[in-house]
């Protein structure tokens, strides 16, 4: 599967704002899909995920509570909606997916990134004052 992502722009804070990752080449039915970003000078950090069988979700806890994470019926598009935006949510977003692994039952497979196996291009979030 490839990855491409999308959505990003400049927002308000206090705005909304969706990203979108759309698979090619298979749907993620097969696979947990998570989103990272990475801000200037900072390391890649843990946003959210959803599981390959589309009943679990986890996020980050920088922005538990003000974002979702979903999957479209067509399981060809997981989506994150932003909502309350901060200029500290300013980063480079990007998903990244891996195959179905059904043993990996605890959180730290959704929120680490050394397990993703396939990466996409960022798409930028900026979050004015």
């Known amino acids: 599967v490839q990855l491409q992502a999308s959505g990003g722009g400049l927002v308000q804070a206090g705005g909304s704002l969706r990203v979108s990752c759309t698979a090619s080449g298979s749907t993620f039915s097969s696979y947990t899909v998570g989103w990272f970003r990475q801000a200037p000078g900072k390391e890649r950090e843990f946003v959210a995920a959803?599981?390959?069988?589309?009943?679990?979700?986890v996020y980050g806890d920088s922005v538990k509570g003000r974002c979702t994470i979903s999957r479209d019926n067509a399981e060809t598009t997981v989506s994150v909606q932003m909502n309350r935006l901060k200029p500290e949510d300013t980063a480079i977003y990007y998903c990244?997916?891996?195959?179905?692994?059904?043993?990996?039952?605890?959180?730290?497979?959704?929120?680490?990134?050394?397990?993703?196996?396939?990466w996409g291009q960022g798409t930028l979030v900026t979050v004015s004052s």
């Open positions: 959803i599981k390959w069988t589309g009943g679990v979700t």
């Open positions: 990244a997916a891996y195959f179905k692994q059904p043993y990996y039952t605890g959180t730290q497979y959704y929120t680490d990134q050394k397990w993703y196996e396939i």
